[in-house]
């Protein structure tokens, strides 16, 4: 169980973040859902107060802005307490050949997806070092582990979490502070939706099938397992080309 516990949770208001943060909150973990609609946000924070009756609040915040981060994360520490689960979840795609991505968009991907996990672990892992305890969880992609066509900013910045990922999970390890980086396969999200690709989506995962390989590796159950790069790929394959 994660009673008394507080995780932060960035893109937590759908997808893969929204199911995540219920799961955390069926755990007994209270939860800081982080996103930048603060509709959805809000939705999710109902609905885990009006099933779990843990702590829940909605932090509306751009994690691109390193400012914002800190003021997000003193938010939570003020209401919540010191953060001891940090799911660096939120993302973006940049879908295009190498030859037509601008350095703006370069710059925009590697921000949100390498720069705000960055800023989010400076902000949380002192408090995570002084209480002995804590479990940072970054969420990558099969895109990771591989090269392909279309989409060299993303795929890069998905490399570069594996890579933070082991590295500040071996360096904390002293401290009793647990780093991994869950790789999923494709998974059926707004995401894809809003990029507006036609794909078969037979045999890709649900967003609860990754929160569940999310919320374990934060249990005390999991103690033995740090500084890893797991794959949860199911049964999908990665998309081989550009098609909308």
Same mark, same amino acid.
């Given at each position: 169980?994660?009673?008394?516990?507080?995780?932060?949770?960035?893109?937590?208001?759908?997808?893969?973040?929204?199911?995540?943060?219920?799961?955390?909150?069926?755990?007994?973990?209270?939860?800081?859902?982080?996103?930048?609609?603060? &509709?959805?946000?809000?939705e %999710?924070? *109902? +609905?885990? $107060?009006?099933?779990?009756?843990?702590?829940?609040?909605?932090v509306?915040c751009?994690?691109? &802005?390193?400012?914002? +981060?800190?003021?997000? +994360?003193? $938010?939570?520490? !003020?209401?919540?307490?010191?953060?001891?689960?940090?799911?660096?979840?939120?993302g973006?795609?940049?879908?295009?050949?190498?030859?037509?991505? $601008?350095?703006?968009?370069?710059?925009?991907?590697q921000?949100?997806n390498?720069n705000?996990?960055?800023?989010?672990s400076?902000?949380?892992?002192?408090?995570?070092?002084e209480?002995?305890?804590?479990?940072?969880? *970054?969420?990558?992609?099969?895109?990771?582990? !591989?090269?392909?066509?279309?989409?060299?900013?993303?795929?890069?910045?998905?490399?570069?979490?594996?890579?933070?990922? !082991?590295?500040?999970?071996?360096?904390?390890?002293?401290?009793? +502070?647990r780093?991994? %980086?869950?790789n999923?396969?494709?998974? &059926?999200?707004?995401?894809? &939706?809003?990029?507006?690709m036609?794909?078969?989506?037979?045999?890709w995962?649900?967003?609860?099938?990754?929160?569940?390989?999310? %919320?374990?590796?934060?249990?005390?159950?999991?103690?033995? %397992? $740090?500084?890893?790069?797991?794959?949860?790929?199911?049964?999908?394959q990665?998309?081989?080309?550009?098609?909308?």
């Open positions: 169980m994660l009673t008394g516990k507080v995780a932060l949770v960035t893109g937590g208001g759908r997808g893969i973040g929204r199911e995540t943060s219920i799961l955390l909150a069926s755990y007994g973990a209270d939860v800081a859902v982080c996103a930048r609609s603060a &509709d959805e946000c809000q %999710v924070v *109902n +609905v885990i $107060t009006e099933q779990y009756g843990v702590r829940a609040i909605a509306i751009d994690v691109g &802005d390193e400012e914002a +981060v800190k003021q997000a +994360v003193e $938010t939570v520490e !003020k209401e919540l307490g010191k953060v001891s689960i940090l799911i660096n979840n939120a973006v795609m940049s879908l295009k050949p190498f030859t037509e991505t $601008t350095t703006d968009e370069w710059k925009w991907v921000e949100i390498v705000a996990p960055f800023n989010l400076k902000a949380v892992v002192p408090g995570m070092i209480q002995k305890d804590g479990v940072i969880i *970054n969420i990558g992609s099969i895109w990771g582990t !591989k090269g392909g066509p279309n989409r060299s900013a993303y795929i890069t910045s998905k490399h570069a979490i594996i890579g933070f990922s !082991k590295a500040l999970g071996e360096e904390l390890k002293p401290h009793g +502070v780093v991994n %980086v869950v999923p396969g494709p998974v &059926d999200t707004r995401m894809i &939706d809003d990029l507006g036609d794909v078969d989506k037979s045999g995962l649900k967003p609860i099938d990754i929160a569940h390989v999310v %919320v374990d590796l934060c249990l005390p159950k999991m103690v033995a %397992v $740090t500084a890893a790069s797991i794959e949860a790929f199911g049964a999908g990665p998309i081989a080309s550009l098609q909308k």
